[in-house]
């Protein structure tokens, strides 16, 4: 019963590039979070999504920043034209819904660095 | 703006002893509490759920919410090495689905 799934774990770009993060939820999750964590600090929600909808996104810088989670394959956040303080942990993670119960899984984290 | 505090540490205990970690929040409707565990250079590992007020034990895990009081907390009973970590706060709150975190506390169990 494979968990949450992200890749890459590690990441370096150039200030410039583009970072492209991906997430693949647990089996029968179809609610999907993305969080960032900067250096000694904590989450931060940054957007909601299911399957082929943004349900929400107030957590997303305005610019740059964006996330889309296709019927097929994994959830997508991409960051433009990255700048160092991009550098952080960017998680992601998976729920589902049962009996008004909701319960939130992560995946192990795309360390993102920018030189 | 929706907060959650949580003493920031690092919080030593001896091993065997009772892990006391303490957390507020800010909002009023907030109806769901969660207790992730995360080692350095880890990801959150959830290890408790509690969503209405009172006591809620699992294995050597204590969680209690005082929802009146805007508070819940998280014992660790007979505290091992092992449980040396950042215990993070999680709220969630009125219609919302994700998570607003605390700071995390850092604590350390002295073998």
């Known amino acids: 019963n494979a968990g949450v799934m992200q890749n890459p774990r590690h990441l370096v770009r150039r200030r410039g590039q583009e970072a492209r993060l991906r997430c693949s939820p647990m089996?029968?999750?179809?609610?999907v979070y993305w969080y960032r964590q900067l250096p000694e600090e904590g989450l931060k929600f940054m957007v909601y999504?299911?399957?082929?909808?943004?349900?929400?996104e107030s957590g997303m810088p305005k610019e740059r920043f964006s996330a889309e989670f296709p019927k097929e394959g994994p959830s997508i956040l991409r960051i433009q034209q990255v700048v160092r303080g991009d550098s952080a942990a960017y998680f992601c993670?998976?729920?589902?819904?049962?009996?008004?119960?909701?319960?939130?899984?992560f995946g192990p984290g795309t360390r993102l660095t920018v030189l | 703006q929706k907060e959650v505090e949580q003493n920031s540490g690092p919080l030593s205990v001896p091993e065997g002893a009772i892990a006391s970690l303490n957390c507020t929040y800010s909002?009023?409707?907030?109806?769901?509490f969660f207790w992730y565990r995360q080692y350095s250079g880890k990801s959150p590992e959830l290890i408790m759920s509690?969503?209405?007020?009172g006591d809620k034990e699992d294995g050597r895990f204590t969680a209690q919410l005082n929802k009146a009081s805007q508070y819940v907390s998280l014992l660790i009973r007979d505290s091992q090495p092992s449980d040396s970590a950042t215990y993070l706060c999680?709220?969630?709150?009125?219609?919302?689905?994700?998570?607003?975190f605390g700071s995390g506390t850092q604590l350390t169990v002295l073998p």
């Open positions: 993670a998976s729920s589902v819904r049962r009996g008004g119960r909701d319960e939130q899984f």
């Open positions: 089996k029968g999750h179809s609610h």
């Open positions: 999504l299911q399957k082929e909808n943004i349900i929400d």
């Open positions: 909002d009023r409707v907030s109806q769901s």
């Open positions: 509690i969503y209405s007020n």
């Open positions: 999680a709220v969630r709150s009125g219609s919302a689905r994700q998570l607003t």
